[in-house]
Structures are given as structure tokens and as C-alpha cells.
Nanobody
Framework: QVQLVESGGGLVQAGGSLRLSCAASGRTFSNYAMGWFRQAPGKEREFVAAISWSGGSTYYADSVKGRFTISRDNAKNTVYLRMNSLKPEDTAVYYC????????????????????WGQGTQVTVSS
């Protein structure tokens, strides 16, 4: 089992910033590709950002490119999502996900590609 626990969500005004954290426990973290997804009410779960197990490769959805930054600290078993210039349309529950990867540079960008999910953390951006 791999357990993922997100934190750092909350209420922020448009233009503000938040940093989400995802703490992993259980089996080894360092060999897992990681990702962030979000889901707004009544909508499909949407890809946000992904990072390879080495941290050397990242990939972002067009909607967040230039505003969000994904990073990881394998020594702390933690992945982060720094969100800047937040917009009301960023309002959603944000989920952390993990999957075992056979290459240190692989990024995974689909929900079906992930095996483990956190419980989510709510991000609300007011206008």
C-alpha cells in the first residue's frame, strides 16, 4: 500500500498563491512518478501537472502552464504544487496521485495511468 495525504488547500482571493503538499507513506516513494489532478463539481477529473521520479521531467496542463510548479523532495517523501496567480476557475478538489515507473524520466498524464490517490484537498479561489 502507498498512502498519499494532501494538505495546503484553502480559500484564497484571485491572484493569490497556495502551495499544496502531498506526503507519501508505505512502500518506496522514490521510484514513483507523481501527478496532481483536480475535479470541480459536476466535471471530470482533470490533469494538472506531473513529475518523473527523478524530478528531472515535468509536464503541465495548458490551463496552468506558467502559473503552477510541481516539485518533489524524495528524501521527505513529499511532492508539492505551487500555485500562483490563482483564478476562480482553479477552484476544485486537488488530488495527488502516484504510480510505479520503470524509468526515472517518465511522466504520466492520464488518470488511468495512476495506481494510488490521495483523499483530496479543497482549493477555493474567490473573485
Amino acid at each position: 500500500q502507498v498512502q498519499l495525504v494532501e494538505s495546503g488547500g484553502g480559500l484564497v482571493q484571485a491572484g493569490g498563491s497556495l502551495r499544496l503538499s502531498c506526503a507519501a507513506s508505505g512502500r518506496t516513494f522514490s521510484n514513483y512518478a507523481m501527478g496532481w489532478f483536480r475535479q470541480a463539481p459536476g466535471k471530470e477529473r482533470e490533469f494538472v501537472a506531473a513529475i518523473s521520479w527523478s524530478g528531472g521531467s515535468t509536464y503541465y496542463a495548458d490551463s496552468v502552464k506558467g502559473r503552477f510548479t510541481i516539485s518533489r523532495d524524495n528524501a521527505k517523501n513529499t511532492v508539492y504544487l505551487r500555485m500562483n496567480s490563482l483564478k476562480p476557475e482553479d477552484t476544485a478538489v486537488y488530488y495527488c496521485a502516484a504510480t510505479a515507473a520503470v524509468s526515472s524520466e517518465i511522466v504520466v498524464v492520464t488518470t488511468s495511468g495512476y495506481d494510488y490517490w490521495g483523499q483530496g484537498t479543497q482549493v477555493t479561489v474567490s473573485s
